[in-house]
């Protein structure tokens, strides 16, 4: 028994269960918020609406969840974006700029160069679309760089000119004047399932979401075990220090950018190159996928792997939303449900940060019984 | 004979480290009470828990004979504590008077009222000779004058019982004198103080008693006047310490380092801040700059590291010209650095230790792979530094290096540093802040380096350490080199008016 708590006490002692507990925490309380909510909007669907929101993913068996997958990669990828970027000291707001001009770039190959066969177009189309999110992204990591411009606002200009130039940019070669939008990638031109739609029938569901896990593993091992992570990590906690230490801190910066806005930016491709007739629309609206990325990030505390599970919950919860409409609640008040659940999740930060207070409390109590 | 304060068994526990252990602290009523230790001895843990930031595992504390519970700096406040922190608590674009009565305000109607307090504040600073002009800006006044506005702020807060957290740390001598005279004349109007400190001297010149803790243990509570300074740093380190440097005379042989005509002026500056400057360090030798602190010693060292350019000059090391070398080009080609300030530069304080004792080789064969850091490398590493160093943390190189005493974190980049083997090494007041065991250990580090037919480059602003340690004296004054001497040749008296800019050297009319 001593043994047990005494193990159980050091894993909750461990700074990586301390953040898988308190996100926990902060989405049960986000849960239990969203419950309030239907409660008011529609109390005698109540329960059965909750139940539907908290096991949508599962509703229709494998069908709701390769669904879950599909909606949780693009969020996962600017998750993954921001939180890089915040690994290395950049608060990278220019994820729906990055993401979109990915897009665009995906869609843009996928349609106009014909001349590369279908079986290899999605992967030049993801590549290209991740170079262009870096593209964008390098702006403010450069200005950051050598005019200590502050990325906060330079990525906010970055997002409305990319947003804008990509409405300008579909116009131009890709439009459909049938519906406001660009064409569509169809499927013969999408990135392939290999298989994952036997696995999951009925769903969206792509490799999309292999090379987004993938992506998440490899952002972990380029920060956590190389050099190259070592200078990045050094940089965003002392600039000064790093310096010191011979390392460029300006092409840290820069790089660090660029590496998010190529994630941001694959987002963006793998989501328009899923063969299901998604359009870049004409509409002056910021992507919701890239602000999207940020709550992903806090969820996931900034760790790459954190971000699999934080944007997988997100796009869980989304599911059940969905099949919430069968219960004729409003789309409008499920989106306010899913969006309190989201920002409750944001504020694991603070649970952790009771929770040391909690700890430290006991600490002292148990001290003081020996 | 009644207590103003008494903590006994006081016992307090942080992950991995016992920084209070049983610790006992009685103050007379009316004394200087000092506390002294080494570096993460526990003397910071112990005034945090009397100030109420930490509640003690175990133990009491009585305030004028009555048990009390302290839960925070209000409760604090109410048993009439007051505190001046290391690192001062003002808010730099308010004035004295502002920051006086923060927290505290008298207000009519919604509106602050500060005639009451203004009269108060200028009646304490006279009775207590202060000269504090209420209406200035605290960005406007000298370090040792904001200590003064923290001392007020507990006046003005009725406190009886002082604790002043290592004050001289950040004052010039004269500063210090001054503040001497002020606690003296504060214990006349029968207040209490607490003087936390590692420095002797400074005990020995104020305070009545003394009490000694060593790592988070109590030791001995002594009279001052009964004990010398050697038994109380006996007591303090838990061995005898050596004031005087150990070493043979200098043997210097090649030259290591060149800087000829070296001149540097910022950007937004007017004038130069290093002019025309030229000398040699040879291998083999400690040649110490001298001067008062701001006297362009910094920015010597930052051309020289190449972390800024010069305007002009040029600097030779082994007789390459680095003049336009990168730092990273600098530290391969032998120059090794101690920098001034260890938070700013030295470490990335939310690394752990073993991460910042590879924070300027990590890129070096032995320790990464095809880009991959050799962990298990440096961890080895790590803690044959950290046993060699005798470096002290919690969890050994997994400690997080901001969580460490700040002797501790000196003792991580003087071990990196001095590890690394360079040709020159360039230690900038690699003592400051430190306590006499630590200061022998470093002394000892530079003196080993140079007879390992090094050079060192020892930039200092304490007197006695210039004496003892170097084998020649450069005096910097305005960005200017005024005197090149030699330590046995000159006296303290001498050397200080070479630094005041009164009198030049030989050779530098």
């Known amino acids: 028994m001593n043994n047990l708590t005494s193990k159980i006490s050091s894993l909750t002692k461990k700074e990586g269960s301390k953040s898988v507990l308190s996100s926990l925490i902060a989405i049960g309380l986000g849960l239990v918020f969203g419950f309030i909510i239907i409660l008011i909007a529609n109390p005698s669907d109540a329960l059965k609406g909750f139940g539907l929101l908290i096991t949508g993913g599962f509703y229709r068996g494998t069908k709701s969840l390769g669904q879950v997958f599909y909606l949780a990669v693009p969020i996962m990828m600017t998750g993954l974006s921001v939180a890089f970027a915040f690994k290395c000291g950049e608060f990278n707001i220019g994820t729906p700029g990055q993401y979109i001009v990915g897009a665009f770039t995906a869609v843009y190959i996928a349609l106009k160069w014909t001349f590369i066969p279908n079986s290899v177009l999605w992967i030049v189309c993801i590549i290209a679309a991740g170079l262009a999110g870096a593209l964008w992204a390098i702006i403010p990591g450069v200005l950051k760089a050598f005019k200590n411009v502050n990325v906060v606002i330079s990525c906010i200009m970055c997002n409305y000119i990319g947003m804008l130039l990509v409405i300008e940019g579909v116009k131009a070669t890709i439009f459909n004047p049938a519906g406001a939008e660009s064409y569509s990638v169809t499927v013969d031109k999408a990135i392939p399932t290999f298989g994952l739609d036997v696995l999951f029938p009925g769903s969206n569901i792509n490799f999309g979401i292999v090379i987004a896990i993938g992506l998440c593993i490899l952002a972990y091992i380029i920060m956590n075990k190389t050099t190259f992570g070592y200078e990045l990590k050094a940089c965003g906690y002392n600039s000064h220090a790093a310096k010191y230490a011979g390392m460029n801190e300006k092409k840290c910066i820069i790089m660090s950018m660029a590496i998010a806005g190529f994630f941001s930016g694959v987002g963006g491709a793998i989501a328009y190159l899923s063969g299901t007739g998604k359009t870049i629309p004409i509409a002056e609206t910021l992507a919701a996928e890239g602000f999207n990325g940020i709550p992903v990030a806090l969820l996931g505390f900034n760790n790459p792997i954190g971000c699999i599970f934080a944007a997988l919950f997100i796009g869980y919860i989304n599911v059940g939303g969905n099949y919430m409409q069968s219960l004729n609640i409003a789309v409008e008040v499920i989106d306010i449900i899913v969006a309190a659940i989201i920002y409750f999740s944001s504020f694991t930060l603070f649970i952790k940060m009771l929770f040391n207070k909690r700890k430290s409390n006991k600490v002292k109590k148990e001290g003081g019984h020996e | 004979m009644e207590y103003a304060i008494e903590m006994l068994n006081i016992t307090k526990e942080f992950p991995g480290i016992k920084a209070n252990d049983g610790i006992n602290l009685q103050v007379r009523q009316g004394e200087i009470h000092a506390l002294l230790g080494e570096n993460g001895a526990g003397k910071s843990t112990l005034m945090s828990i009397l100030f109420g930031l930490y509640q ?82 605290i960005e406007d006044i000298t370090v040792g004058m904001q200590q003064r506005v923290e001392i007020l702020k507990m006046l003005f807060r009725d406190n009886d019982i002082l604790i002043f957290d290592e004050p001289t740390a950040v004052l010039t001598p004269q500063e210090i004198d001054e503040l001497m005279k002020i606690m003296k004349g504060l214990i006349k109007e029968g207040k209490s103080i607490v003087f936390i400190t590692h420095k002797l001297n400074e005990i020995k010149a104020v305070a009545d008693r003394c009490t000694i803790i060593r790592k988070g243990r109590y030791i001995d509570t002594v009279n001052v006047k009964d004990v010398s300074k050697d038994e109380l740093s006996e007591k303090m380190v838990g061995r005898k310490v050596n004031f005087n440097v150990e070493k043979t005379d200098a043997k210097p042989t090649d030259t290591v380092l060149k800087v000829e005509n070296l001149t540097y002026r910022p950007k937004s500056a007017h004038k130069d801040v290093l002019k025309n400057i030229s000398f040699e360090v040879k291998k083999g030798e400690i040649v110490c700059i001298a001067g008062i602190d701001g006297n362009g010693q910094s920015e010597l060292v930052y051309a020289l590291a190449g972390m800024i350019a010069p305007n002009e000059g040029h600097i030779y090391l082994n007789n390459e010209d680095i003049t336009k070398s990168t730092i990273r080009q600098r530290t391969d080609k032998g120059i090794a650095h101690i920098p001034e300030d260890r938070h700013k530069h030295g470490l990335v304080l939310d690394y752990s230790l073993a991460e910042n004792m590879i924070l300027k080789s990590y890129y070096k064969p032995k320790f990464q792979k095809n880009g991959f850091i050799k962990f298990d490398v440096m961890n080895e590493y790590a803690n044959g530094l950290i046993e060699k160093f005798d470096v002290r943390s919690g969890e050994g190189g997994r400690s997080i290096t901001r969580g460490m005493s700040g002797g501790n974190q000196q003792k991580a980049i003087i071990a990196r540093e001095v590890d690394s083997g360079s040709d020159l090494l360039i230690a900038v007041q690699p003592t400051r802040g430190l306590d006499v065991g630590a200061i022998e250990f470093i002394h000892s580090q530079l003196v080993h380096h140079r007879d390992c037919d090094k050079g060192v480059l020892l930039v200092s602003l304490e007197l006695d350490e210039v004496m003892n340690v170097s084998d020649r004296i450069l005096v910097m004054y305005e960005g200017e080199i005024v005197a090149d001497l030699d330590p046995k040749q000159v006296d303290v008296k001498e050397l200080g008016l070479y630094m005041a800019g009164s009198k030049r050297g030989e050779g530098y009319e």
């Open chain 2, 56 to 137: 003690p595992d175990e133990g009491i504390i009585k305030i004028n004979g009555k048990e009390v519970q302290i839960n925070n700096p209000n409760d604090a406040n109410k048993y009439a504590i007051g505190m001046v922190h290391q690192h001062f608590k003002l808010v730099h674009n308010f004035t004295v008077l502002e920051n006086i009565i923060l927290g505290v305000e008298e207000t009519s109607k919604g509106m602050i009222k500060t005639s009451d307090a203004r009269k108060k504040v200028v009646e304490l600073s006279q009775k207590y000779h202060l000269n504090i002009d209420p209406d200035a800006y």
